[in-house]
């Protein structure tokens, strides 16, 4: 089993910036991706970034050039640096940690979330 917690939601202004951290801990040896997905409401869950063991990172398009997203292994914490945050980014933000082999993905985890209010 692999927990997911994630801090660092809150409230701020458009503009304005926010550092997520999502703290892994258990069987982490068969993960091999770790991520920031988000969900407004009544709208599907999106990718907003991941990160590979090997530091590779991807990017959904609407966050590309404002968020970061970076690893501390010693820690086994993921982060997501958000800048210049706009309304539209208000959401629940999911921390996940998953295996891809191929085009295979499982051993799937999910934090409970944390909720990022980005006010006008």
């Known amino acids: 089993q692999v927990r997911l917690v994630e801090s660092g939601g809150g409230l701020v202004q458009a503009g304005g910036s926010l550092r997520l951290s999502c703290s892994a801990s258990g069987f982490m040896f068969r993960i091999n991706v770790m991520g920031w997905y988000r969900q407004a409401p009544q709208k599907e869950r999106e990718l907003v970034a991941h990160?590979?063991?090997?530091?590779?990172?991807d990017y959904g398009d609407s966050v590309k050039g404002r968020f970061t997203i970076f690893r501390d292994n010693a820690k086994s914490t993921v982060y997501l640096q958000m800048n210049n945050l706009k309304p539209e980014d208000t959401a629940v933000y999911y921390c996940?940690?998953?295996?891809?082999?191929?085009?295979?993905?499982?051993?799937?985890?999910w934090g409970r979330g944390t909720q990022v209010t980005v006010s006008s």
């Open positions: 996940n940690a998953h295996r891809i082999r191929g085009t295979i993905r499982d051993y799937d985890y």
């Open positions: 990160i590979t063991n090997g530091t590779s990172t």
